[in-house]
């Protein structure tokens, strides 16, 4: 029963008749204070990971910036030694000039990725409606020399157009596809690029019959630099499918990849409804 406090009461008869009142308070107003400090917490939460991620982009556009001059002048000087110098020393010498070029275009590779990578945030272009179909094409005919010389098969469904940077689209759908061609272990690479509606929303897709990737590295392969075969068994700076990650991301979508070695691999992301408005950072 309860009392005209709207407090619980328990009565409890005893052999001397004594009755035992217990009023247990419980405020009406104790859920919603909880629920309104979640929110706060979780607002100081996502404006601290919003200030991290924009001081990392800052910091990887002034490192990409920065190192551009010393590494032209490096390359040039080395490029100057073996236009006066090779051949006309020991072999040694020859050797360890074409050794400093590699480096030299390795490191001009990765400090490329790393504009890539920053651009991503600072160069975005507000979101528009944008044709996906018109995006995978585009994509595809700045690959066309690549596909043809693999003889590979690229296959595409009818895609709906969302809102989002047209441009970073292309960018994502090309280094996926890119991907797709790279790692296909000599045989002929089948692409299927496509989409599905599980649950409610848009999950786009590029599938491929290539040398798959270990379940374990399905994570790893989205980190900057990080490589799960040798330079000199497939090309590539590991930078693409980072590039790809906050291209998603800055959509507020996800991306993952589905695969196990020699099946091929299928990436997988989102891009989410726009009708209830565009993320902070993208909006006009």
Sequence with gaps: MRNHRSARVRVAGGKSGRVAIEEARLPADTTGRAIAQMRRELDVMRERESLLKHELD???????HDLHEPLRMVSCYVQLLERRYCGRLDSDADEFIQFAMDGARRMQAMVDGLSALSRVTSAGRPFRTADLNASVQSAVSALRPAIDEAGAVVRCDTLP??????????????????????????????????????????????RDNGIGIDPRYAEK????????HARDEYEGNGIGLAVCKRIVERH??????ESEPGKGAAFRFTIPD???GLPKETKP
């Design 252 to 257: 507020g979508g996800r991306i993952w990849v």
């Design 274 to 276: 726009r009708k209830e």
């Design 58 to 64: 800052e910091f990887i556009r002034l490192t990409a």
């Design 161 to 206: 157009s969302v809102l989002a940077d047209g441009a970073q689209l292309e960018q994502l759908y090309h280094n996926l596809i890119g991907n797709a061609l790279r790692f296909s272990n000599g045989r002929r690479p089948r692409v299927h690029v496509g989409v599905e509606n599980k649950s409610g929303e848009h999950v786009f897709f590029v």
């Design 221 to 228: 392969v989205f980190v900057m630099f990080q490589r799960l």
